[in-house]
Antibody, heavy 126, light 113 residues
Framework: ELQLVESGGGLVQPGGSLRLSCAAS????????MHWVRQVPGKGLVWVSR????????RSADSVEGRFTISRDNARNTLYLQMNSVRGDDTAVYYC???????????????????WGQGTMVTVSS | QSVLTQPPSVSGAPGQRVTISCTGS?????????VHWYQQLPGRAPKLLIY???NRPPGLPDRFSASRSGTSASLAITGLQAEDEADYYC?????????????FGTGTKVTVL
């Protein structure tokens, strides 16, 4: 079964740090671009960041640039999101998603998200 | 933050047809990026509904269809069913100085009357 399972969410103080993890299974993780998407409860989806299959290229939304770092360990089939200098507006459910593009010849990480994790909640509050 | 605009809500009676628009610009949909659609049931993670502008993943009923033209796209649901009541989001990419970035639509709540 194709699966993504996030962990690491919780309560963090403003200005603090948190690292999210996403364990992938059921597919060849190292072949796919991976992304993080977040959603404030009751609000819409927001793209956060993406990383190339070999980890050599990343891109992030302006709102998290310089504070969040996406990375991956292909040997462990795991995606990470290091969140530093967190703010109240970072409070959200964070989803790990697979970019399906590798199956369609897309090499730029600009395709649809076919697998979603269940999400992990991050709450920034003092 | 959303650069793709959707109507906040649409509604229809069972069996009817509803459409959801997704309006972008020349830096995203109009730049040639594909549009994808997701369905999010209450309390659940989103699920891919349409990929590559008009393609349905295996197993998805053909009641769902989509198209893209110019700087916009649309999703149609025909034969509306109670189980279709959910939030729907379009998604694409947007050109920026530092490279393309993912973008979602503002989301549309579909209500089955």
């Amino acid at each position: 079964e194709l699966q993504l399972v996030e962990s690491g969410g919780g309560l963090v103080q403003p200005g603090g740090s948190l690292r999210l993890s996403c364990a992938a299974s059921g597919f060849t993780f190292s072949n796919y671009w991976m992304h993080w998407v977040r959603q404030v409860p009751g609000k819409g989806l927001v793209w956060v960041s993406r990383i190339k299959p070999d980890g050599t290229e990343t891109r992030s939304a302006d709102s998290v640039e310089g504070r969040f770092t996406i990375s991956r360990d292909n040997a462990r089939n795991t995606l990470y999101l290091q969140m530093n200098s967190v703010r109240g507006d970072d409070t959200a459910v964070y989803y790990c998603v697979r970019d399906w593009g590798a199956d369609f010849g897309d090499i730029l990480g600009e395709y649809a998200f076919d697998i979603w994790g269940q999400g992990t909640m991050v709450t920034v509050s003092s | 933050q959303s650069v793709l605009t959707q109507p906040p809500s649409v509604s229809g009676a069972p069996g009817q047809r509803v459409t959801i628009s997704c309006t972008g610009s020349t830096s995203n949909i109009g730049a040639g990026y594909d549009v994808h659609w997701y369905q999010q049931l209450p309390g659940r993670a989103p699920k891919l509904l349409i990929y590559g502008n008009h393609n349905r993943p295996p197993g998805l009923p053909d009641r769902f269809s989509a198209s893209r033209s110019g700087t916009s796209a649309s999703l149609a649901i025909t034969g509306l069913q109670a189980e279709d009541e959910a939030d729907y989001y379009c998604q694409s990419y947007d050109n920026s100085v530092s490279g393309s970035k993912g973008v979602f639509g503002t989301g549309t709540k579909v209500t089955v009357l």
